[in-house]
């Protein structure tokens, strides 16, 4: 019988037999695979993570996830707040969760927000940077002059993402903010970004990359695992300023596949998880703990710190 069939079935004890029989070497494990044979084993291990992992997730570690577990995967990538919206108005289930803010998870904590997150761990973090595309006409200029001239100059065309929906635009925001007081520049955020829906430079986080590499951006806000990932260069900002992406993940409420979901934040947290990140220009963080630690997994205690 299908694994998932038989879990809504008997879900208390054939899920204890699963994850019992399935878990060696700190992994959890279904019978020996191929590469090849991953994908017919059944149901994915749905994850759905930050539009800024989309690299990552989909190149990199998804599939040595699959390799090293025998679970196959499935990303979906999206604004982390617009992704935890959909799982407040159950247009999506899943089994993991991947946001690029502690605050996202607050969204879906408590039975106002249908208690879908109850635990998360905080695991690597990027600062926002200023990618921008080698070939614009405001490349030189970007490399040589304050970059807050030159994001104001005619012509110039900017990228960012939705405040609303994604954590990035909201930092973005907020850089711009603390950026007018830091410069001595008031109205820095309203000449650079114009109203915070600004038509003309919000587009979704998925898409900015791909819309400066084809140049139709000279430059725009990112966080430094994907100017890296990319080989964008780009503009650090001072340490007084600068935003930072906190990823955190954590297993949604009711996941299909509590086995796959367990496997997943384990490999991701592991030695070769956190190689991978690294690979990717994140920085990695000891692994800490928000939320009821009583309902976290047995087996994720000893990678978490309380």
Known sequence: MHKNLTVIL?????????AGAFFTGGCARRPPASADQTASLGSPVVVLYAGSLVNLMEHDLGPAFQQAS????????????ALANQIKGKLRRADVFISASPKVNDTLVGDANGNWVQWYVT??????????????????DLATKPWYEVLAEPGFRLGRTDPVLDPKGALTIQLLDQA??????PGLMTQLLGP???????????????????????????????ATEQHMPYITLPDAIVMKA???VTIL??????????????????????AIL??????????TLTGNAAVVPDALRPLISP
Do not use: C
């Open 10 to 18: 008997m879900p208390g004890l054939l899920a204890l037999l699963l």
């Open 70 to 81: 025998g679970y196959s995967f499935r990303g979906v990538a999206g604004g982390a707040l």
């Open 123 to 140: 695991y690597a973090e990027a600062p926002l940077v200023i990618g921008y595309n080698p070939k614009s006409q405001f490349a030189k």
């Open 180 to 185: 007018s007081q830091y410069y001595h520049r």
């Open 196 to 226: 915070p829906d600004n038509p003309a430079q919000v587009f979704p986080e998925e898409e900015l990359v791909g819309r400066l590499q084809a140049g139709q951006l000279d430059a725009g806000f990112f966080y430094s695992n994907e």
């Open 246 to 248: 906190r990823y955190t």
């Open 253 to 274: 409420r009711d996941a299909p596949d509590q086995p796959g979901a367990l496997a997943f934040v384990q490999f991701l947290l592991g030695p070769q998880g956190q």
């Open 278 to 287: 690294r690979q990717h220009g994140l920085t990695v963080l000891k692994p």
